[in-house]
């Protein structure tokens, strides 16, 4: 999965989404404008590929790509958390509604998919995480996660948890460092991995972090068999999506070239990797990289497709249950 160079194609953008390696698209703020061109450039990416996965990161808060031109904007996840501990129905309800706004809003526009749920854990103390995490406490992450996710597939939409096992104990950004995690296997199962494995079946794709849990294995999550095969497969009997973190962040390097480090992911266990504001050195990988993926992964990634048909934007304003959820939205985070 890699990125567009702008708000419109160019002949090496078509190249590179027509290259049989190309899994998927990710769509960031620098390729809006408005509605209208967002439309344009999604139709334009079916154009050349009509099997391809057109993704986004849109939490809500410090993470949303597009917020004008109607665009809601959504409170951080964490706010969720809060309001759970005032009032525990009315917090699954927001959740739900949450869920629903972000994806029919997403899928109006002709995006499959958005790495949302952060079921990563607020210890209060990681400087990429803080506010995108739902809650501290591993069962209340678990209860806000499924009620936003009910939301996502209210509108056709899949979900996908993030970070693998949990970023929220690690204070260091992977964006710009490599950190790492120092606890134990059996305290982070106790609690980190938790929301993942109360999810199960509802929880349709995983990324990993790029954290080195240092009495686990040497290798950053997402590049580890012990964490991807091992725990995530085998003892949590995970069997969606599992989607690498973006491959140009600083805590990718141990993985080395980035040609290398896409390799050394998928063979961990990855299903897709994500090379993120670097098209041209993601069209090397494509050139370079030797992966062949197994039926079995084709199909997990086949099911990350959004599902059924999404009405346009004008149509999807005037439906009841997006007006009430937005209006739930409202009252209850303001």
Request: glycine fraction near 8%; aromatic fraction near 6%.
């Amino acid at each position: 999965m890699l990125d567009v160079v702008g708000t419109t194609l160019t002949e090496a953008d078509i190249r590179r989404i027509a290259h049989p390696m190309t899994g998927g698209i990710i769509l960031f703020a620098r390729h809006f404008t408005d509605r209208a061109q967002l439309v344009a450039l999604t139709d334009a990416i079916r154009d050349v590929r009509d099997d391809i996965l057109i993704a986004v990161d849109h939490e809500g808060g410090r993470v949303q790509r597009f917020r004008t031109d109607g665009f809601t904007v959504l409170p951080a996840p964490g706010k969720l958390g809060e309001l759970w501990d005032r009032d525990v129905l009315l917090a699954t309800k927001a959740a739900t509604a949450f869920g629903y706004v972000l994806a029919s809003e997403l899928r109006a526009c002709g995006i499959d998919m958005s790495f949302t749920p952060v079921l990563d854990l607020n210890y209060g103390q990681s400087k990429v995480i803080g506010d995108r995490a739902l809650h501290g406490d591993p069962r209340v992450v678990a209860m806000l996660a499924k009620s936003l996710n009910h939301g996502l597939a209210l509108a056709g939409m899949a979900n996908c948890g993030k970070h693998f096992p949990g970023h929220g104990f690690a204070s260091a950004d992977s964006h710009v460092a490599l950190p790492t995690d120092d606890r134990p296997l059996d305290e982070i199962l106790a609690a980190d991995v938790k929301p993942y494995d109360w999810l199960g079946m509802a929880l349709a794709s995983v990324i990993p972090a790029h954290v080195i849990y240092t009495q686990v294995d040497e290798k950053p999550a997402g590049f580890s068999r012990v964490w991807l095969q091992e725990i995530l497969r085998g003892r949590l009997g995970f069997n969606g999506a599992i989607f690498s973190d973006d491959l140009s962040m600083e805590a990718a390097r141990a993985g080395g070239t980035l040609t290398e480090a896409a390799s050394a992911a998928l063979t961990a266990g990855c299903d897709m990797v994500l090379i993120c504001n670097q098209p041209e050195e993601a069209e090397k990988v494509l050139e370079r990289l030797r992966f062949t993926p197994s039926k079995a992964s084709q199909q997990r990634l086949k099911k990350m497709r959004a599902r059924g048909k999404a009405p346009h934007w004008d149509k999807l304003q005037k439906q009841v249950v997006y007006q009430q959820a937005k209006a739930l939205l409202q009252s209850a985070l303001g």
